[in-house]
């Protein structure tokens, strides 16, 4: 039981990770039809650039803000510059690529993912990281016989405020309403007077921040990065993207949610060298009986 | 001008086989006058060339995403690796083998999934690959080796005298095979199977009301493109005499699938193209150090911005609807 309890808080906070990485995707994916594979990299940015923020800053940080300012300040200034790498390059990248369709978009996406990778590569270098131990708060908690840190549970908290956060924004605001509007039919949503070039604007903004702010996230929670980590995290979030239904954005959440959950448990109860094979096979057999996710609607074939 | 066709005579550069001379003449002159390293490039640049021409199959005829291509260049050059290895068959014989290893798995593991579309296909393509990898890497029954891999692969021989053990004969060797292929995907190209193919990537479901059998055609695409990802498999495995789990990554599926979208969905010369430029790019770009996966990036995107069909894109074949109408027109009148 007590293993049990522990996996589950253990997949929950990777799950959490996973979902705010899919919402990326998955916002993007709703909207341009694209599979944005440069996102995992706007991850791993936000992580390099939380990490330097703590690194370079750590005695003012540790002066004016303490431990748990310094992680909120982190995630900050890497959202902010993230997000505006994620607009420049989707100016750069995507916009001139729209016209000649989904295809030439794919490898524009891989080309700005080896871009930004060996971006990463040339500031930092091609060695792995370590996120300063002296700044992170380490704290160990034990209930009953379940042990846990302080540091997991406000991530775990901070995440689902952050898909909180994300739902309230897509589901009850207008502007969420408009994101939704130009995911089902673009052209219609534009006739109806929603500006395609501003929700592009937000989507390329908020995704990244989101990817970013986990970036620092995933930094504390393993403390060790490295600058194709972008490509493992980008590839489970678009699994998680899939197994929820793409384009469904509650069902990326819920789709990352359950893929951490059943990495843990494969990892936990099967084996941990074969809990990626666990993860793919749940997928394949999911895609089976269910082809477009777990959530995802049925879509009718035009002829 | 009943003799035009004769008459009309451009000289040597002007003639339809021209350029497929000189190509042909650079390829046999080439190995003669470049050292074994630039032997050895050119000889990657055939592999690359091989793999794009088996998933210009899937994705350029059929117009199926297929992310998780390495997984059955993984399949082939394992089983040469380990049948080799362990039971001492020549690397030559095992070419077929290797094939039919990887097409049996690509039927197998693609049964289930065939009917899914688009999006959905490709993720579930991409999880092939990657179980075939980490299955590798965990060494299941001891054959694989884990993620050391099989050493002590031998060069390629039939079992008797004659061996291929040089730079020159390997160049060869891969080259002769992508000249095969070639032709055969051509002769496979103006066929029914090729014409139902393209049929289909074009709209599955009137594919399917004209009578094509889409399921039948979509499977055969994957068997027979996994099958020379296999014999690319093979000669990949005999020329590193080794093999590990790290040269069939999710990375390795990507760069196909820039190939034959640089070079050109659909179209052979085009593949060629983009396997030239995914293989020779960072060689010539050596100096840039550092940076020159850079710029490789840059040059993706500014690819995809200038050529978004390819490099060579493939010419719509058939009789087009515009110029029966024209000639029933000029019938008319």
Redesign the interface.
């Known amino acids: 039981m007590e293993v049990f309890l522990e996996q589950l808080i253990n997949g929950l906070t990777i799950g959490s990770f996973y979902a705010l990485i899919a919402l990326g995707y998955s916002m993007v994916y709703g909207i341009l039809k694209l599979i944005n594979f440069a996102h995992g990299d706007f991850f791993a940015l936000g992580s390099y650039i939380g990490y330097t923020v703590l690194v370079f800053g750590s005695a003012f940080i540790t002066s004016h803000f303490g431990l748990w300012g310094g992680m909120i300040a982190a995630m900050l200034v890497a959202a902010f510059c993230v997000a505006f790498v994620g607009v420049v390059v989707e100016r750069a990248a995507y916009r001139p690529i729209y016209p000649a369709g989904r295809l030439p978009a794919v490898v524009s996406a891989l080309g700005a993912s080896i871009f930004i990778q060996n971006t990463i590569m040339v500031i930092w270098g091609p060695r792995y990281q370590a996120y300063p131990a002296s700044l992170i708060p380490n704290i160990h908690i034990q209930l009953g016989n379940i042990h846990i840190t302080l540091l997991q549970i406000v991530i775990l908290v901070l995440s689902f405020f952050l898909l909180g956060i994300l739902y309230w924004v897509i589901q009850k605001t207008t502007f969420g309403a408009a994101i939704r509007a130009t995911a089902l039919d673009k052209d219609t949503a534009s006739l109806m007077g929603i500006n395609f070039n501003r929700v592009i604007f937000f989507i390329f903004t908020l995704g990244p921040a989101l990817g970013a702010m986990t970036g620092v996230m995933v930094g504390m929670y393993y403390r060790q990065i490295s600058f194709t980590m972008g490509w493992n995290y980008g590839l489970k979030a678009f699994t998680a993207t899939i197994l929820g239904g793409i384009g469904n954005l509650p069902g990326a959440m819920f789709g990352g949610l359950i893929l951490g959950v059943l990495e843990m448990f494969g990892a936990a109860y099967i084996s941990a060298a074969w809990k990626d094979v666990f993860v793919f096979l749940i997928l394949i057999l999911v895609l089976i009986f269910r082809p477009t996710g777990l959530f995802g609607e049925k879509v009718a074939e035009k002829v | 001008m009943k003799y035009s066709k004769t008459l009309n005579y451009n000289g040597f550069f002007g003639s339809r086989h021209s350029a497929l001379i000189i190509v042909l003449g650079i390829f046999f002159i080439y190995p003669f006058i470049a050292s074994n390293y630039y032997i050895d490039v050119a000889f990657f640049f055939g592999i690359y060339a091989l793999l794009g021409l088996s998933l210009n199959i899937v994705l350029g005829e059929v117009g199926l995403f297929d992310l998780g291509h390495a997984g059955f260049y993984a399949i082939g050059a394992y089983t040469t690796a380990i049948l080799n290895t362990k039971f001492g068959i020549p690397i030559l014989i095992l070419i077929p083998v290797s094939a039919v290893a990887a097409a049996l798995f690509a039927y197998i593991v693609c049964s289930?999934?065939i009917?899914?579309?688009g999006?959905?296909l490709?993720?579930?393509t991409?999880?092939?690959g990657?179980?075939v990898r980490?299955?590798l890497?965990?060494n299941p029954f001891d054959l694989t080796g884990g993620p050391n891999g099989v050493f002590g692969i031998d060069f390629p021989s039939l079992g008797g005298p004659f061996v291929i053990d040089s730079s020159i004969e390997y160049y060869f060797l891969i080259w002769g095979v992508v000249g095969l292929s070639i032709v055969g995907l051509i002769r496979l190209q103006n066929s029914r199977i090729g014409r139902a193919w393209n049929c289909i990537r074009e709209d599955e479901?009137?594919a399917g009301t004209s009578g094509i059998n889409v399921r039948f055609y979509k499977l055969l695409a994957f068997v027979i493109g996994a099958a020379l990802a296999g014999v690319a498999g093979n000669i990949y495995a005999s020329k590193l005499m080794c093999v590990s789990p790290e040269s069939f990554t999710?990375?390795e599926s990507?760069l196909m699938?820039?190939i034959v979208?640089?070079g050109g969905?659909g179209s052979i010369p085009g593949v060629i193209i983009g396997a030239g430029f995914i293989s020779l790019f960072p060689e010539i770009f050596r100096p840039f150090a550092?940076?020159r996966?850079?710029v490789?990036?840059?040059?993706?995107?500014l690819?995809?911005?200038f050529r978004?069909?390819g490099a060579w894109p493939r010419k719509r074949g058939g009789v087009e609807f515009t110029s029966l109408l024209t000639r029933m027109r000029e019938k008319d009148a």
Request: aromatic residues 14%; charged residues 5%.
């Open positions: 289930p999934i009917h899914l579309r999006d959905y490709c993720i579930v991409i999880g092939m990657e179980i980490i299955a890497i965990n479901v009137a999710f990375w990507c699938f820039c979208l640089i969905m550092m940076y996966m850079l490789f990036g840059t040059v993706m995107i690819m995809m911005m978004p069909g």
